[in-house]
């Protein structure tokens, strides 16, 4: 199972950290997706980091304020958040296939709880 940590509160404006861990082994090797839901929406996509480093965002629109890279020793994924904004309140989950390319949006087998992102003034 995954773990998210890194969600609070905060300003319009201001950035996020927000890791993703899998107690007892190694992300490193494995592609990562990062996505967020708002309670009764559907859940969104937001981007993957292959095994490979290599990302790919599902929206066009969330190129430029997420970015996100793995810790040096390859132990969690970070998902980068900047310039938030009011509609960027959701829970945020990662979640792997345990495969080292990116799988398609659906194809996520492995999921974290989440962490709660609340962006407000």
């Known amino acids: 199972q995954l773990v998210e940590s890194g969600g609070d509160l905060a300003q319009p404006g201001g950035s996020l950290r927000l890791s993703c861990a899998a107690p007892g082994f190694t992300l490193g090797n494995y592609a990562v997706g990062w996505f967020r839901q708002v309670p009764g929406k559907e859940r969104e996509g937001i981007l993957c980091i292959s095994g490979h480093n290599v990302v790919t965002y599902y929206k066009e629109t969330m190129k430029g304020r997420f970015t996100v890279s793995r810790d040096s020793n390859e132990s969690t994924v970070v998902l980068q958040v900047n310039s938030l904004k009011l509609e960027d309140t959701a829970v945020y989950h990662c979640?792997?296939?345990?495969?080292?390319?990116?799988?398609?949006?659906?194809?996520?087998?492995?999921w974290g709880r989440g962490t709660q992102v609340t962006v407000s003034s």
């Open positions: 979640a792997t296939d345990l495969g080292d390319l990116c799988p398609d949006l659906y194809d996520f087998d492995y």
